[in-house]
């Protein structure tokens, strides 16, 4: 079992310096206390932070469906306090980009404890899903066609069980996604088009 991390430029670590400077001040409000030696935060190494679209519609795994947007940092005060900072890309370099605290926190760090067991079988890189658009984050032990996600934000993931291969991801966020405007009208056209068709087979039957 290895599950491998990736090291972050330096501007990613530079970013997380700068934001959790700008914790120190808002610490109480993110549910972050100081030390008792009055010491600041602590942050973990950043993990890649990828978003997720099924571009080809097969359900098979490919990595041009995970683009890379940013990198997620956990800051801690070492006591019970643990908020995620999120770093983006921009404009070639990398910023400070959002702060997210709260129940989410936790959720994160149950699939993140699980996921050493759950890697015993293979070797895998430590990645981060997260598609706003769905409400839906994932921990991502990648190994490419083998890779496993264990969801930890996102509708009913309560009542996910273990890990998901690639097909139950893929599978999961399509039941997740909501059908564009076009495929709604497509939709409705062809039901229109079924109805019209059961109706001119009324009037031919009743004519007979």
Do not use: C
Request: proline residues 6%; glycine residues 12%.
């Amino acid at each position: 079992m290895a599950v491998s991390r990736i090291e972050a430029p330096s501007g990613v670590e530079q970013a997380v310096e700068l934001a959790m400077a700008n914790l120190g001040l808002l610490g109480s409000v993110v549910g972050l206390r100081s030390r008792p030696d009055g010491s600041g935060p602590v942050a973990t190494d950043p993990v890649p932070l990828h978003g997720f679209a099924d571009r080809e519609a097969l359900g098979e795994f490919d990595s041009a469906d995970f683009p890379q947007f940013g990198w997620r940092s956990l800051v801690s005060d070492r006591q019970e306090g643990m908020v995620a900072v999120d770093i983006a890309e921009e404009d070639g370099g990398w910023r400070f980009d959002r702060v997210i605290s709260g129940p989410l926190i936790g959720k994160l760090m149950e699939v993140a404890e699980d996921a050493a067991y759950h890697a015993h079988s293979g070797i895998f890189t430590l990645r981060l899903v997260d598609i706003p658009g769905i409400k839906l984050g994932a921990l991502w032990l990648d190994a490419a066609a083998d890779s496993l996600f264990l969801p930890y934000a996102g509708i009913n993931t309560d009542g996910i069980s273990g890990p998901l291969d690639v097909p139950g991801f893929y599978e999961l966020v399509d039941e997740r996604t909501p059908a564009s405007p076009v495929a709604v009208e497509a939709l409705r056209d062809d039901l229109a088009d079924d109805a019209g068709e059961i109706d001119g087979e009324a009037e031919a039957g009743s004519e007979g």
